[in-house]
């Protein structure tokens, strides 16, 4: 059984920086890209980073270049987002995702696997 469950989401002032983790189970982690997604209320979810299985290929949504870094641990099974200088417009639920291949889709049907999300806050 596959999980992903996603922590440190929070209330964070704006221009500030919060770092989100997802730790995967149930699958060969480092076989999986990874891809962080998130929901704003009354909007559809949104791309926003992935990570190759590797690590060594990253792509980021136009939103977020420059202020988010996506990157994982195989190790660890995990994958986090660090978030700087966050906006009012960055305030959604953020889930984690899973994929078998590599691409630069940016489409939710194209991950396999969700975790159930955390909120990420941001106060102006």
């Known amino acids: 059984q596959v999980q992903l469950v996603e922590s440190g989401g929070g209330l964070v002032q704006a221009g500030g920086s919060l770092r989100l983790s997802c730790a995967a189970s149930g699958l060969t982690f480092s076989s999986y890209t990874m891809g962080w997604f998130r929901q704003a209320p009354g909007k559809e979810r949104e791309f926003v980073a992935a990570i190759r299985w590797s690590g060594g290929s990253t792509f980021y949504a136009d939103s977020v270049k420059a202020r988010f870094t996506i990157s994982r641990d195989n190790a660890k099974n995990t994958v986090y987002l660090q978030m700087n200088s966050l906006k009012s417009e960055d305030m959604a639920v953020y889930y984690c995702?899973?994929?078998?291949?590599?691409?630069?889709?940016?489409?939710?049907?194209?991950?396999?696997?969700w975790g159930q999300g955390t909120q990420v806050t941001v106060s102006s």
């Open positions: 995702a899973a994929k078998g291949d590599w691409s630069r889709s940016t489409r939710t049907n194209d991950y396999h696997y």
